[in-house]
């Protein structure tokens, strides 16, 4: 029997901007699908009713995959691709499988022979790197900080001098719920002269994306982040 494909999904920030970001190519795919591994299931569904599937959402089988999942587990949710079916990898928020548990999916996948396509959509890492003005030709994406805050100042020390280093654009991201207090922190410990540039809302109609030394980001109104998906970009 032949496999299905898994298909990763991206999935909007918002609920106004669908159209906007996503080809109609990626819309009618992800319509046409039955089976979906998510991270959330209730905004799976909010997003999934925007999509507009052909078969009615409560008849739509959808399987959690997030932080706390079993390892263990991972296999019983390629049962459906092992069948034949298609099956919808989404994340939260964003891509899936970049800073998120679904790249342990996409890695079963591959080892069982599965094909992985991923979908057209908007990534706000590469879309702020692209706004930024900082190096687009030297970058590298670290995810997630530590949140302990004695690691996360260690940490941020560490990136900015690698950053001096290899002249390379750092690209980070952090909880939502926590972008003020990493605004504050890097704030506190990098030095005045390093770029940093927030998105904010990437893709989204309050969109805001500002580079500033770090100097000047004291001097200002710094932006309200809190709750809003955020990128933050350090260059010295």
């Keep these: 029997m032949k496999f299905g494909t898994l298909y ?12 906007a970001v996503l080809p109609l190519n990626v819309i009618a795919q992800t319509q046409k699908l039955e089976h979906f591994v998510v991270e959330n299931e209730k905004s799976a569904r909010q997003f999934l009713s925007l999509i507009k599937p052909l078969k009615p959402i409560r ?34 928020a964003g891509c899936p499988a970049v800073a998120d548990p679904g790249a342990k999916l996409v890695a079963l ?69 926590r972008n003020q207090q990493m605004l504050e922190a890097i704030l506190s410990t990098c030095n005045a002269n390093t770029r940093l540039c927030i998105a904010c809302h990437v893709s989204l109609q309050d969109e805001m994306i500002a580079t500033k030394r770090i100097s000047e980001w004291k001097q200002s109104t710094l932006p309200d982040l809190h709750k809003k998906p955020t990128v933050f970009l350090l260059l010295t």
């Design 8 to 19: 990763l999904i991206p999935v909007t920030l918002g609920d106004d901007n669908i159209h």
């Design 59 to 92: 008849e739509l089988q959808l399987e959690l995959l997030n932080e706390h999942t079993d390892d263990k587990t991972l296999p019983s949710l390629l049962k459906p691709l092992l069948a034949g079916h298609d099956v919808g990898l989404m994340s939260e």
């Design 109 to 177: 996948a591959h080892q069982k022979g599965i094909h992985v396509t991923p979908l057209t959509g908007p990534s706000a890492i590469l879309l702020a790197l692209m706004a930024s003005g900082l190096n687009g030709q030297s970058f590298a994406f670290l995810g997630y900080l530590p949140v302990d805050k004695a690691a996360r100042t260690a940490k941020l020390k560490e990136i900015e001098k690698r950053a001096q280093t290899h002249n390379e654009t750092q690209i980070f991201i952090e909880t939502p719920y």
